[in-house]
């Protein structure tokens, strides 16, 4: 069985720091590209950033210059450091992760975990930031 946990999430306030991980189980992240998301209540689901299997990274314009994604392939794990933290950046953060991710658009109006682009989601981890 494939398992994601992220952990890592918290409160903190505006320009702080927090480093969300994604630990797999049943699942190699080596050969994989795996992906960070965010949603807030009532909001899109937004993509935060993506590493692929040849370790090029990708960010959502708010993510670039404050989050870093990195993979640790000793500790299965793929981490996401984010520096700044503002009170917009406050959702509910998930990983997703799969060998050949889908061409599927973003669905809209729908949880982040139901995009069928990637085969495998974690549960998520909140991130709150106060003003």
């Known amino acids: 069985e494939v398992r994601l946990v992220e952990s890592g999430g918290g409160s903190v306030q505006t320009g702080g720091s927090l480093r969300l991980s994604c630990a797999a189980s049943?699942?190699?992240?080596?050969?994989?590209?795996v992906g960070w998301y965010r949603q807030a209540p009532g909001n899109e689901c937004e993509v935060v950033s993506r590493?692929?299997?040849?370790?090029?990274?990708q960010y959502g314009y708010f993510a670039k210059g404050r989050f870093t994604i990195s993979r640790d392939s000793a500790k299965n794990t793929v981490f996401l450091e984010m520096d700044d933290l503002q009170p917009e950046d406050t959702a509910v953060y998930y990983c997703?992760?799969?060998?050949?991710?889908?061409?599927?658009?973003?669905?809209?109006?729908?949880?982040?975990?139901?995009?069928?682009?990637?085969?495998?989601w974690g549960h998520g981890t909140q991130v709150t930031v106060s003003s």
């Open positions: 049943g699942f190699t992240f080596d050969d994989s590209d």
């Open positions: 590493i692929d299997n040849y370790g090029v990274e």
């Open positions: 997703a992760a799969d060998r050949k991710p889908r061409d599927f658009p973003l669905p809209s109006g729908a949880p982040c975990t139901k995009w069928p682009k990637w085969n495998y």
